[in-house]
């Protein structure tokens, strides 16, 4: 890598850093170039990425942002996952941990809150941000649709009441 490459990384790394909703921090030694390209899929189209990171310069980059105290975990083959979703990248690497043991999760964080693996983990059960938003739209349509029952079950009763009296009347 030449200097500007690197000046480049290192910003680019900050930024995720600084921007990021979580970030995953894990080993990937052993990995396939191909299980590694099924990773980055899964990864992006769950809305997360996945970059392997230069110990040196990730280190570089964490500095003067929150999530600074995971500088340690860089050693070794490493890479990062982050996505802006606090869910998306830690539910998507730990599972693609459990199909494939040569991926070990060593940490990560939320902003400024460190998370070990057990954490990385804790968070990947939780639902995503877009389940949430699902689960609330429908809370809030429910009681939409009873009011719109209990509304329309008068008029219902009344129509079928003068129904019952025109039908009686033209057998009588």
Not at 109 to 131: H, R, Y
């Amino acid at each position: 890598m030449e200097r500007a490459e690197k000046r480049e990384f290192v910003a680019s790394m900050n930024e995720v850093f600084s921007n990021a909703g979580a970030v995953v921090v894990a080993h990937y030694s052993g990995i396939t170039v191909a299980q590694m390209s099924t990773l980055r899929a899964q990864m992006k189209e769950a809305g997360g990425t996945v970059k392997v990171a230069k110990n040196r310069l990730a280190k570089l980059a964490l500095e003067g942002t929150e999530a600074v105290h995971i500088q340690d975990l860089f050693e070794g083959q490493t890479l990062v996952c982050y996505s802006e979703d606090p869910v998306t990248a830690p539910k998507v690497a730990v599972e693609f941990a459990k199909t494939n043991d040569k991926l070990v999760i060593l940490g990560g964080a939320m902003g400024a809150t460190n998370l070990d693996a057990n954490g990385v983990k804790a968070l990947a059960s939780l639902p995503s941000l877009d389940e949430l938003r699902g689960k609330l739209v429908g809370l809030l349509q429910a009681p939409a649709g009873k009011i719109a029952q209990v509304v329309n079950a008068p008029a219902g009763q009344l129509a079928r009441v003068v129904g019952a009296y025109a039908a009686k009347d033209e057998a009588a």
